[in-house]
């Protein structure tokens, strides 16, 4: 069974950075895709970034050039680097894994309980 936890939310001002950490206690992590998303109130859950097992990764048009995600397969944690936050960035942000190459939120066979991040001055 794989569980997975996240970490590293809480409060920045605009323009601020913080590191999300996403711990996976499954085996087989290392070829996992892992995956980011957000959803912030009245708003349906969107993607925001995903890691293959091979390293490559894909980003959402809006947090390219700000937000970078990167994995650890000797501590079997993805991490999602964010900086030039921005207000609108204010949302729970959720760790998911998945078998294979998922690309929507329901191809992703686990979840994460999601990390507050609220962006503002």
């Known amino acids: 069974q794989v569980q997975l936890v996240e970490s590293g939310g809480g409060l920045v001002r605009p323009g601020g950075s913080l590191r999300l950490s996403c711990a996976d206690s499954?085996?087989?992590?290392?070829?996992?895709?892992m995956g980011w998303y957000r959803q912030a109130p009245g708003r349906q859950r969107e993607f925001v970034a995903r890691?293959?097992?091979?390293?490559?990764?894909n980003y959402a048009d809006s947090v390219k050039g700000r937000f970078t995600i990167s994995r650890d397969n000797a501590k079997n944690t993805v991490y999602l680097q964010m900086n030039s936050l921005k207000p609108e960035d204010t949302a729970s942000y959720y760790c998911?894994?998945?078998?294979?190459?998922?690309?929507?939120?329901?191809?992703?066979?686990?979840w994460g309980q999601g990390t507050q991040v609220t962006v503002s001055s």
């Open positions: 499954g085996s087989g992590f290392s070829i996992r895709t």
């Open positions: 890691i293959t097992g091979g390293g490559s990764t």
């Open positions: 998911a894994a998945g078998w294979g190459s998922p690309k929507t939120a329901l191809e992703y066979n686990y």
